[in-house]
């Protein structure tokens, strides 16, 4: 049974950091492509951030500069530092993996950590 469990959401004023974190169990996390995706309300999903399984970083432009993704293999963990956060940063945000295995592609989601940027 695949889970990707994220953490670290929450209320934090206009220019604060939060760090998300994402642990994956039940698939090769070493081998796997991560991600971060967000959705604000009555918009769609959009990237935030993916990180592929050999290190290889990616940005949406409304986070470069201010978004970090990383990943710790050892602990099967992708994290993302966001600072200088903006009230357009508010949304739920996704962890997100995907590549292929046994020549299956999968595409596995997380239940979501809410992101509120608010004086």
């Known amino acids: 049974q695949v889970q990707l469990v994220e953490s670290g959401g929450g209320l934090v004023e206009p220019g604060g950091s939060l760090r998300l974190s994402c642990v994956a169990s039940g698939i090769i996390f070493s081998i796997a492509n991560m991600g971060w995706y967000r959705q604000a309300p009555g918009k769609e999903r959009e990237l935030v951030a993916t990180i592929t399984n050999g290190g290889g970083t990616n940005y949406a432009d409304s986070g470069k500069g201010r978004f970090a993704i990383a990943r710790d293999n050892a602990k099967n963990t992708v994290f993302l530092q966001m600072n200088s956060l903006k009230p357009e940063d508010t949304a739920v945000y996704y962890c997100?993996?995907?590549?292929?295995?046994?020549?299956?592609?999968?595409?596995?989601w997380g239940q979501g950590t809410q992101v509120t940027v608010s004086s």
């Open positions: 997100n993996a995907r590549g292929t295995f046994l020549r299956k592609i999968y595409d596995y």
